[in-house]
């Protein structure tokens, strides 16, 4: 009893540890994404070469931080330029956003959907015993069949009633998907620094969506007035 007591003490340690870490990290990330997303507002081919440079690090960026074979400061550097051309993505829907429904909704949006992600992490800590992680499978299915729907609207054009159903089940995913990454950091992640950068990343990934799908549900409901 005595030794399954300190496991799970050594356990509770190590997840608040790494949970510190992702908090500093990630608000860091928020911060410099905010600043991508102004960029994106101030110039359409800031946010067109900050899409692609996003699209590039989103392959490149988890493998060479997995195997470390880049040095700390290009880590560090290229984690910061993928918050930042992330935010670069939001600027043109920002900006339609704030067009129709007004600054305020934009704020709205941005600090709304960081208080989800903070919640989904005390919801990880309260609910420790919920294995939250073995909902990946499902979702990723689901972004799959989200990323479908994006093609088609690529060449389809989607009614506003539509959009408003795709956008609702893309940001129930993605908030979904913050506690798979809380539910990995509280019971598979090691409690360092490298482990807390990519789960970091990909929080701030499924941030960078959930912003998106809500910009969109904003739009959709706004077409419908």
């Not at 509770?12 to 540890?17: K, L, M």
């Not at 809380?182 to 960078?208: C, D, H, P, V, Y």
Request: hydrophobic share 60%; net charge neutral; proline share 2%.
């Amino acid at each position: 009893m005595t030794a399954s007591f300190d496991t799970t003490r050594d356990n509770a340690v190590a997840s608040s540890g790494i949970f510190s870490k992702i908090t500093a990290l990630t608000s860091v990330g928020v911060a410099i994404m905010l600043a991508g997303l102004i960029a994106g507002i101030v110039s359409p081919i800031i946010s067109l070469v900050g899409a692609i440079t996003y699209l590039i690090l989103g392959f490149v960026l988890m493998p060479k931080i997995e195997d470390e074979s880049w040095s700390p400061t290009t880590t560090l550097f290229a984690s910061g330029l993928f918050c930042f051309s992330g935010g670069t993505c939001l600027g043109p829907i920002a900006a339609m956003v704030a067009a129709k429904a007004g600054v305020s909704i934009v704020i709205a949006v941005l600090a709304g959907c960081t208080g989800v992600m903070a919640a989904c992490g005390l919801i990880a800590q309260i609910f420790h015993w919920v294995r939250f992680e073995r909902m990946a499978g499902w979702l990723l299915v689901a972004m799959l069949g989200l990323l479908a729907v994006a093609i088609v609207g690529i060449f389809v054009t989607m009614s506003s009633g539509v959009n408003l159903v795709v956008s609702s089940i893309g940001a129930i995913v993605m908030s979904l998907v913050f506690l798979v990454y809380f539910g990995i950091a509280q019971r598979e992640a090691e409690n360092t620094w490298k482990e807390a950068l990519m789960l970091s990343l990909g929080l701030m990934s499924a941030l960078i969506a959930l912003i998106s799908y809500v910009f969109q549900i904003v739009l959709a409901l706004m077409s419908d007035n």
